[in-house]
């Protein structure tokens, strides 16, 4: 069984629309996290939850808004798509019980690859 | 606040050879030290991490990492490389607690037959 899963696993799509990708993760895990991967493979955290609650939110634009309906999932919902949003993006879990997010083993999942024309 | 810097973005290694990837961090507060590798076309994983215990940190598949306060290093090792070692390598760090995690650029390692 995949720890963390996302789907879909690639999404192509043009400037303007609205798309969201869904994550879960099957660890029992209080934490989860998205990240974003760029051309360059630089690697950014956007949001952070803990048992539903939102615990980190960088400076991400407004168009992107999580939502975490229970603690298994955390989906990320997309409006009006910019080409520099074009980029591979990380679901992330971990399980909140060795001391924070600073401090715990992340589990990744395999990654949603966003194509924007 | 935390940052790290990864030297090199691109090794190159023969087969059986040291692999030795470089990280230098800066953080305010004793750090924690990771390091994650991507292979391709997957998500990341952990290799190892440092947690203020042992300074010489021993994780999967061959690879071990020492913690030096005083270069403020968190160097990779592997004695001999694989074919299956190909794959992109990131050092992160973190001032622990709720801290998030702060990524280096990455390295990619190739290994020649």
């Known amino acids: 069984d995949t720890a963390v899963s996302q789907t879909p696993k690639y999404l192509v799509t043009q400037m303007g629309n609205d798309k969201s990708i869904k994550c879960e993760q099957n660890?029992?895990?209080?934490?989860m996290y998205w990240y974003k991967q760029d051309s360059k493979k630089f690697l950014k955290i956007m949001f952070s939850?803990?048992?539903?609650?939102?615990?980190i939110n960088e400076t991400v634009p407004n168009r992107f808004s999580p939502k975490s309906p229970d603690k298994a999932h955390l989906n990320l919902h997309i409006n009006s798509l910019e080409l520099g949003d074009s980029a591979v993006y990380f679901c992330?879990?971990?399980?909140?019980?060795?001391?924070?997010?600073?401090?715990?083993?992340?589990?990744f999942g395999p990654g949603t690859r966003l194509t924007v024309l | 606040a935390q940052s790290v810097t990864q030297l090199g973005s691109h090794v190159s290694v023969s087969e059986g050879a040291l692999v030795l990837l470089r990280c230098n961090y800066s953080?305010?507060?004793?750090?924690?030290l990771f390091w994650y590798v991507q292979y391709p076309n997957q998500g990341l994983q952990l290799l190892l991490k440092?947690?203020?215990?042992?300074?010489l940190v021993k994780g999967i598949n061959g690879f071990e990492a020492e913690f030096k306060k005083s270069e403020t290093s968190f160097h990779l090792t592997k004695p001999s490389a694989h074919m299956s070692d190909a794959a992109e390598y990131f050092c992160?760090?973190?001032?622990?607690?709720?801290?998030?995690?702060?990524f280096g650029a990455g390295t990619t390692v190739t290994v020649r037959a």
């Open positions: 660890l029992g895990h209080d934490t």
């Open positions: 992330a879990s971990s399980s909140g019980l060795a001391g924070g997010v600073g401090t715990d083993t992340q589990y």
């Open positions: 440092y947690t203020s215990a042992a300074t």
């Open positions: 992160v760090v973190s001032d622990g607690g709720d801290y998030k995690l702060s």
């Open positions: 953080s305010s507060v004793p750090p924690y």
């Open positions: 939850y803990n048992n539903k609650e939102l615990i």
